[in-house]
């Protein structure tokens, strides 16, 4: 895999990932966007005990736009896009509307009594082919794995930020979850807390270690691989199975 770093016009960093013999990404951004700025924040609701992210901008982001219109096409003439380059086997930016970033914040002023930080973090987009009409499980296994290897880089160098306490990369696929753009893409959050759900399935994990001295998710794989009636697939190391919990 080779990795190729660039920015986008308003000092964005753009990740170019590639299979080597790939033609080197070397594209600018001729666009004119304006500075990248982010009025983001996060307060502290002590009924649940949660972190509430407030970003004032996320109103204006793109939404649904037409197929030819698409920000995450590579660019081609008259028709600029996230993607300088004109093609592209995986590629990750920095999201122009993020929920949390790294750099300078400002926290808008606001009555005493709230507790509240910086979002620190970063928020990115994977787009996982040039190939607007495809999706993931269109993808050949060799794009799928570097999509995979995308994920594991991404996931080790975000959580070396400094303030960064959870990595997730995610697809939400679908309008009916809130999908804005249709091309195939995913997203990273790297979290300056730790989210509710997963605070609850550590403490799961740990009860269940405390009363049987073994790990919930090896017991739960053991158990599906018993049941075999919801074992999608197995290679290797992996197994992919519907829990028999699925909502
Ligand atoms: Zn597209």
Redesign the pocket.
Known sequence: MRRTAATLADGREILYYDRDGAPPRTARDVRELPAHESLIEIRRDPLLDEWVVVASHRQERTHLPA?ED????PTRPGHA?EIPEADYEVVVFENRFPSFATGPARLEPLAPGVERRPAAGRCEVVCFT???DSSFAELSAERARLVVDVWADRTAELARLPGVEQVFCFENRGEEIGVT???PHGQIYAYPFVTPRTRRMLASARAHRDATGRSLFADVLATEREAESRVVAERGGWTAFVPGFAR
């Open positions: 197929a698409c920000p995450l096409c896009t040039p190939r607007h753009l249709h091309h």
